[in-house]
Every structure is written in structure tokens, then in C-alpha cells.
């Protein structure tokens, strides 16, 4: 399998052999951690994976049994130190080749964000499948936030919002970039008129990476869990807000798929939405 990285390429890994126990998960932690409608994660063993080039990382703790990682540069989640059976969790987003499976089940469905309908056909399950030994950890309680509107959060909660103008659009994008900042397959953004976001605390620890040949790619994050956070495009005159981060249901489903041409090629997109081979039509 080719070399898989991170959006900057501080960090880089290689997998060698076929994900095992591979999933989509839809619970809140995993959820904002991408800021997508799910993330898609397997395991390898100690033999099969090997990091080429490492940079700095952001460890945060999301559970007291559970530590997620991201680059501290660009914020895209990256994978995590061996677990006491050796296996590494490598979110499936980024991968440049087939992980050699395919997704077998939804897990914690009944967490799943209100506007993302299943319609695979695989298993959904509310929280892990039955045999499944684990802990259950409660659903972090949604923050306050000043004023009527959306409420958003990232997930330790130091980065909070709060959207007040009328969404402009919400689509699927399936872009190399996008996997690689998100680290999920796809990622799902609620675009807003550029003065519709407030954030009610914690803009000061929002860190953002311009993708260097990119004319507007930029991906926000917070600093202390690296979550995606709302970006601002002032070039552009709006904002882009993750939907994962999202607390309250906006109201609005995603209305299309776009770059599908450079989709995970092992990934079958499902549902009856329109699918662009690349950017929307003007």
C-alpha cells in the first residue's frame, strides 16, 4: 500500500497489511475529533505498520481509555500509539491504496448526526456490536452558548460557537485534501455568509494551515484536542464550518457529493445525491 500522510506531510505512515475490524463510527467523540458525519478506522498489527517521518502532535485524551492524535501543524488526525494487543488504529481517510476490507458495520448509530441518513445496507448497532468488550462512555453534555443560533463545539470543549446567519449550502467532499485534513473519507461542511459564525469562547486557540499550493485551502482547528473549528474565508465571503462539530441539528442536509473523481476508490458512495466529478457547477 502506498504511503498515507498527514495535510502538511509532517507526519507519514505506511500500513502493509490488510485493516482488520474495519468500521464507521458515529459517536459524538469521533465525530468532532474529524469534524465529519463519521470516521472510518481499522487496526494493524505492530509488524504492519511502520511510520516513515514524524512531526509534532497534538495528544489529547477524549476518554480515560482513549487518546486521539492529530498534527499539531495542520490538524489532521493521524494514528495513535500501539494498544496493549499491539494494534495501531489507522483512520482510513487518508490511505493512498486498498486497506484490503471493507467497512462491516456502523457503530454507535444511535449517536449519529441528525442530518447523515444510512443507506449502505451494512449492520448499524446503537453502541458496540453484541460480544464486544468496552466501555461505554457517556455523550459529553452540549456546551452553553451565548445567543439563539446552531450551537457548535470542538471536542475538549475549549473552542465554542454559534451560528446566526441563514447556511448557504452543505456538501460532501471527497477531495484528497479534505481526506487527508479530515482524516474520514469524506468530509461534510456547512457553508454560511461570512459573518454568520460568533464564536462565544476559545477563538484564541484556534490555529489555522494554508495549504501552501492551494489558492484558498486552509483547515482550522483547535490547538488543545485538534479538532476541525470554522473557518472565515475572507476571500471568498463566507465561512465554512465542519458539520461534525456541530451540536444542534441545522436543519439542512448535505445536497450533493463533489471531486468524487478523487474519491477513496474502494469507497462506493451511497444514496441518490448528485456526485460531481469535481468542484459544484458554477
Not at 492524535?69 to 495542520?74: I, K
Request: with cysteine; proline share 10%; aromatic share 8%.
Amino acid at each position: 500500500m502506498p504511503e498515507s500522510r498527514c495535510l502538511c506531510g509532517d507526519h507519514v505512515w505506511r500500513v502493509d497489511e490488510p485493516l482488520q475490524l474495519l468500521h464507521h463510527c458515529h459517536c459524538s467523540y469521533c465525530r468532532k475529533h474529524q469534524g465529519s458525519a463519521y470516521t472510518t478506522i481499522g487496526a494493524v498489527s505492530r509488524e504492519g505498520f511502520s511510520w516513515i517521518s514524524q512531526g509534532e502532535a497534538i495528544d489529547y485524551a477524549s476518554s480515560p481509555d482513549l487518546r486521539r492524535r492529530s498534527c499539531a501543524r495542520c490538524g489532521s488526525p493521524i494514528p495513535g500509539e500501539p494498544n496493549a494487543s499491539g494494534e495501531t488504529f489507522v483512520v482510513a481517510g487518508p490511505l493512498e491504496g486498498d486497506p484490503g476490507s471493507r467497512p462491516g458495520a456502523h457503530i454507535f448509530a444511535a449517536s449519529k448526526a441528525p442530518w447523515f441518513p444510512l443507506e449502505d445496507g451494512l449492520p448499524a448497532f446503537d453502541a458496540y456490536p453484541p460480544g464486544y468488550d468496552a466501555d461505554v462512555h457517556p455523550t459529553p453534555a452540549s456546551p452553553d452558548a451565548a445567543g439563539a443560533g446552531i450551537r457548535g463545539s470542538c471536542l475538549c470543549g475549549a473552542v465554542r460557537f454559534v451560528i446566526e446567519g441563514e447556511p448557504i449550502v452543505a456538501r460532501h467532499c471527497h477531495c484528497l485534501r479534505c481526506r487527508r485534513a479530515r482524516g474520514a473519507l469524506h468530509a461534510s461542511n456547512l457553508v454560511v455568509p461570512i459573518d454568520g459564525v460568533r464564536f462565544t469562547s476559545g477563538a484564541d486557540r484556534v490555529r489555522e494551515f494554508k495549504l501552501p499550493d492551494a489558492r484558498f485551502f486552509t483547515q482550522a482547528f483547535c490547538a488543545d484536542c485538534g479538532s476541525p473549528a470554522p473557518r472565515v474565508d475572507t476571500g471568498r465571503g463566507f465561512a465554512v464550518v465542519p458539520m461534525g462539530s456541530l451540536d444542534d441539528d441545522p436543519g439542512v442536509q448535505p445536497s450533493e457529493h463533489i471531486w468524487v473523481g478523487s474519491r477513496a476508490a474502494w469507497y462506493d458512495i451511497p444514496g441518490d445525491l448528485p456526485q460531481h466529478l469535481e468542484g459544484p457547477p458554477a
